[in-house]
């Protein structure tokens, strides 16, 4: 019901300015034009700020939006086919889209990374799984960590936890997560900011997986600069409570004959 409504007053003049400022509009944002103009100019404002103090290039500002609207603790369809078409605009590429989607997916890697630990803290002494721990690395476990962390740049203990663990399952893995890094679409610098945004990403916010792929994406080239603007992007992720719940509201005030627009 929302698309098929002409915007008048105050809400059309919201929308203008939001469009001059910021390029773009969506349908859903025309319920929080009428619920809440002011509230929607103020947005506006602040997301001039930071496209305006933003380090990363429009392009870039864009993947980094995908990844964030990809990222499986979020999967926001809407945003993710505006950032793409955005960056499509801007001569992305499909092979840039692609690498920005296989690396957002390798955050399920993060259930190992987290959960193996409290199980081994849990399990008796004498379950095999606490004894498969703590076998010695072998030289074939030395070179597939050096292959993982030549990939993502990162390696912890919690990473030695899952290759004890693996047998067959981590060079599998290892396998496909290089998939990504072997392709050249996007730079290492632009591979690693995708991979810290879908970590700061508000949805998720892995302590360590923010502190690890930071610690790889300055080793790329980033600046704190550039991490600064991903954590603001990420932070904006909030904004999309207003996206998808209000055109709701406006549905349901209609129905109930409470919706009064302003003019």
Same mark, same amino acid.
């Given at each position: ?28 944002y ?30 870039l500002?864009?993947?980094v ?43 399920g ?22 004894e ?29 936890l899952? @290759? ?10 290892? /396998? &496909?997560?290089?998939?990504?890094y #072997? +392709?050249? $679409? !996007? ?7 995708? @991979?810290?945004?879908?970590?700061v ?5 892995? /302590? &360590?997986?923010?502190?690890?792929? #930071? +610690?790889? $994406? !300055? ?7 550039? @991490? ?11 904004? &999309? ?17 409470? @919706?009064e627009?302003s003019?």
């Amino acid at each position: 019901m929302m698309a098929n409504r002409e915007l008048t007053g105050r809400a059309k003049a919201v929308k203008e300015e939001f469009i001059r400022l910021r390029g773009f509009w969506v349908d859903e944002y025309d319920a929080m034009a009428i619920l809440c103009p002011d509230f929607l100019e103020k947005l506006v404002a602040t997301g001039g700020v930071v496209k305006k103090s933003s380090t990363l290039s429009p392009l870039l500002h864009h993947l980094v939006a995908v990844a964030l609207d990809a990222s499986i603790t979020h999967l926001f369809d809407t945003g993710t086919r505006l950032h793409m078409r955005a960056a499509l605009a801007l001569g992305g590429t499909r092979e840039q889209l692609v690498e920005v989607i296989q690396i957002v997916s390798f955050l399920g890697m993060q259930s190992h990374l987290v959960g193996l630990p409290i199980i081994l803290d849990l399990v008796p002494e004498g379950d095999p799984l606490r004894e498969q721990a703590k076998r010695p690395m072998e030289e074939k476990d030395e070179a597939l960590k050096s292959q993982f962390a030549e990939s993502l740049g990162v390696w912890t203990e919690a990473h030695d936890l899952l @290759l004890a663990l693996s047998d067959d399952y981590f060079p599998t893995y290892l /396998e &496909q997560l290089r998939v990504p890094y #072997a +392709t050249s $679409a !996007l730079t290492p610098r632009e591979k690693a900011l995708v @991979l810290f945004a879908a970590n700061v990403s508000v949805t998720h916010l892995n /302590e &360590q997986g923010i502190r690890t792929s #930071a +610690t790889a $994406a !300055l080793a790329s080239g980033c600046s704190g600069e550039d @991490l600064l603007h991903v954590i603001r992007l990420a932070s904006s992720l909030g904004m &999309q409570s207003c996206v998808v719940s209000f055109p709701i509201l406006v549905d349901e005030l209609e129905a109930a004959g409470a @919706l009064e627009v302003s003019a």
